[in-house]
């Protein structure tokens, strides 16, 4: 197989949140591997905790085509606006970037759903005055979305109040 038969994996810009217009379509174009990470993730909001499936990177899919025999119906297919290039040169992605993105879950869904934080789960601050310290769950206030937490501040446990947003599950337990 020779360079000018040979397809690269190639990241396109899409139009603003028509990434699924864009896959639709190229998938009817033919000869092009179209590979769309996502991830799926609890929104919270007004609607209590919804599962909801978003673009891992916005805007953005990954597609292995031959650029010399399909460059410009790719870029004129509906819901596409370019190929990420440089110096009018598309960029080829490196395979292995590819195969680790699709390592990450099934069919390119990366699954980031929120478990119920319980008193007692060891935690650790990820926004707010208090970011990167960690502590403990001594109490959950659900209808106001806030927490209670243990943390060693100024070299004393201290109960601090925090939306629950300013937390995660600290995963490692190292502390």
Same mark, same amino acid.
């Given at each position: 197989?020779?360079?000018?038969? &040979?397809?690269?994996?190639?990241?396109? +810009? #899409?139009?603003?949140?028509?990434?699924?217009?864009?896959?639709? /379509?190229? @998938? $009817? %174009?033919?000869?092009?591997?179209?590979?769309?990470?996502?991830?799926?993730?609890?929104?919270?909001?007004?609607?209590?905790?919804?599962?909801?499936?978003?673009?891992?990177?916005?805007?953005?899919?990954?597609?292995?085509?031959?650029? &010399?025999?399909?460059?410009?119906?790719? +870029? #004129?297919?509906?819901?596409?606006?370019?190929?990420?290039?440089? /110096?009018? @040169? $598309? %960029?080829?992605?490196?395979?292995?970037?590819?195969?680790?993105?699709?390592?990450?879950?099934?069919?390119?869904?990366?699954?980031?759903?929120?478990?119920?934080?319980?008193?007692?789960?060891?935690?650790?601050?990820?926004?707010?005055?208090?970011?990167?310290?960690?502590?403990?769950?001594?109490?959950?206030?659900?209808?106001?979305?806030?927490?209670?937490?243990?943390?060693?501040?100024?070299?004393?446990?201290?109960?601090?109040?925090?939306?629950?947003?300013?937390?995660?599950?600290?995963?490692?337990?190292?502390?």
């Amino acid at each position: 197989m020779t360079d000018s038969t &040979e397809n690269f994996w190639f990241c396109l +810009k #899409s139009k603003p949140r028509q990434e699924a217009v864009a896959v639709r /379509n190229l @998938k $009817a %174009v033919g000869d092009i591997d179209i590979f769309f990470p996502r991830i799926r993730r609890t929104r919270r909001g007004h609607e209590k905790n919804k599962e909801v499936i978003e673009p891992l990177f916005p805007g953005y899919i990954f597609i292995k085509f031959n650029p &010399e025999d399909l460059h410009g119906t790719v +870029k #004129s297919t509906r819901g596409v606006l370019h190929l990420v290039s440089k /110096n009018s @040169k $598309a %960029v080829e992605v490196d395979n292995k970037v590819i195969e680790e993105l699709k390592a990450l879950g099934p069919e390119g869904v990366l699954s980031m759903l929120d478990e119920e934080l319980k008193v007692g789960t060891k935690i650790k601050v990820i926004r707010g005055i208090f970011a990167g310290s960690e502590g403990e769950v001594l109490k959950l206030a659900t209808p106001q979305k806030r927490i209670a937490v243990l943390l060693t501040l100024l070299g004393a446990p201290q109960s601090v109040e925090m939306p629950l947003d300013d937390v995660a599950e600290d995963k490692d337990e190292s502390f």
